[in-house]
C-alpha cells in the first residue's frame, strides 16, 4: 500500500461517525448543490474560510455538540470506536470531494496543495514519493482507503473477529489523509464550495473529524498547524 508525504515552505519539498444521527450519508442532494455557473462570493480574500460569515456556517451542532459525539461511549471498545467512526467520516469526505470532482482538475489544480504552501507527495508502494496533481493524490488517498475498509483482516465485520495489532496506527493514517483531502478543498476550491452552498457541511465534517481525532491524538500538531487558525475559530464557537 502506498503513503503519504507533505511539505511547506516557498520551495517545495518532498514530503505523505457520525455527523448527525439519522444523516443519509448515499443521499448527495443534502449537499443542496448548486450549478457550476457559480460566482465567487468571498473573492479576493486571503483566507475566505475565516471570514466571519463563513466560519459561522456549519448545520445545527455546535463545537460542543461535536466534541460529545467524539467521546468514547462508556464500555465501548476502542478500536470498535475508532472503526466506527473512520467509515462514517469517509463517507462524508467522499462525498463533499465528489461533488468537486468537476471542478478539481489536474489543470486547475497541478498540485496537491494546502494551506501555507503545503504541498502534499504520494508515496507508492516501492518507496518512490509521487508530486501529483490534486485530484490524482485524492483519487490515491481515498482509493487507499477504500481498499482498507474492505479488508475484513483489517476492519472485521465478524463479532468475534479481532481487530490487527497497530490498527490505531492505521486509522492516524487514514485520518491524516482525509484532513488532507479536506485542507485542499479549503485552500484551493472554497469559493466555489460558498457558491454551492455546501460550506456548511464542510465545516461541519472538518470539525467533527478535527474533535475526534483531538481526542484520541489521531493527528501530529506539524499537520495541523497549516489550518490552526480555522480550527480554533470553527472549535470555540
Known amino acids: 500500500m502506498g503513503g503519504c508525504q507533505s511539505f511547506s515552505g516557498a520551495a517545495e519539498s518532498e514530503g505523505t461517525h457520525t455527523l448527525t444521527h439519522g444523516t443519509n450519508l448515499g443521499d448527495i442532494s443534502l449537499l443542496n448543490m448548486k450549478n457550476n455557473n457559480w460566482q465567487a462570493p468571498v473573492c479576493g480574500v486571503k483566507k475566505p474560510y475565516l471570514t466571519p460569515e463563513c466560519?459561522?456556517?456549519?448545520?445545527?451542532?455546535?463545537s460542543q455538540d461535536l466534541l460529545?459525539?467524539?467521546?468514547?461511549?462508556?464500555g465501548l471498545d476502542?478500536?470498535?470506536?475508532?472503526?466506527?467512526?473512520?467509515?462514517?467520516?469517509?463517507?462524508?469526505v467522499t462525498l463533499i470531494s465528489s461533488a468537486l470532482s468537476d471542478l478539481c482538475s489536474s489543470s486547475s489544480c497541478p498540485k496537491a496543495t494546502g494551506p501555507g504552501d503545503r504541498v502534499y507527495f504520494w508515496t507508492d508502494e516501492s518507496g518512490r514519493k509521487l508530486k501529483c496533481s490534486a485530484p490524482l493524490y485524492t483519487d490515491y488517498a481515498l482509493s487507499y482507503i477504500q481498499e482498507l475498509l474492505?479488508?475484513?483482516?483489517?476492519f472485521p465485520v465478524r463479532a468475534d473477529a479481532e481487530f490487527p495489532v497497530g490498527f490505531p496506527f492505521l486509522v492516524e493514517k487514514v485520518c491524516l489523509l482525509m484532513f488532507r483531502t479536506l485542507a485542499h478543498l479549503y485552500c484551493a476550491h472554497y469559493t466555489q464550495l460558498v457558491a454551492m452552498e455546501m460550506h456548511?457541511?464542510?465545516?461541519?465534517?472538518?470539525?467533527?473529524?478535527?474533535?475526534?481525532?483531538?481526542?484520541?491524538?489521531?493527528?501530529?500538531?506539524?499537520?495541523t498547524e497549516p489550518l490552526q487558525d480555522l480550527i480554533t475559530a470553527l472549535t470555540s464557537s
Open 68 to 74: 460529545m459525539l467524539s467521546a468514547l461511549p462508556h
Open 55 to 62: 466560519v459561522s456556517e456549519r448545520l445545527s451542532q455546535t
Open 200 to 223: 456548511p457541511h464542510l465545516n461541519t465534517v472538518f470539525t467533527h473529524l478535527v474533535l475526534f481525532c483531538q481526542s484520541l491524538n489521531l493527528l501530529e500538531p506539524q499537520e
Open 150 to 154: 474492505s479488508d475484513e483482516d483489517v
Open 78 to 92: 476502542l478500536n470498535e470506536w475508532m472503526a466506527t467512526n473512520t467509515i462514517a467520516f469517509f463517507q462524508l
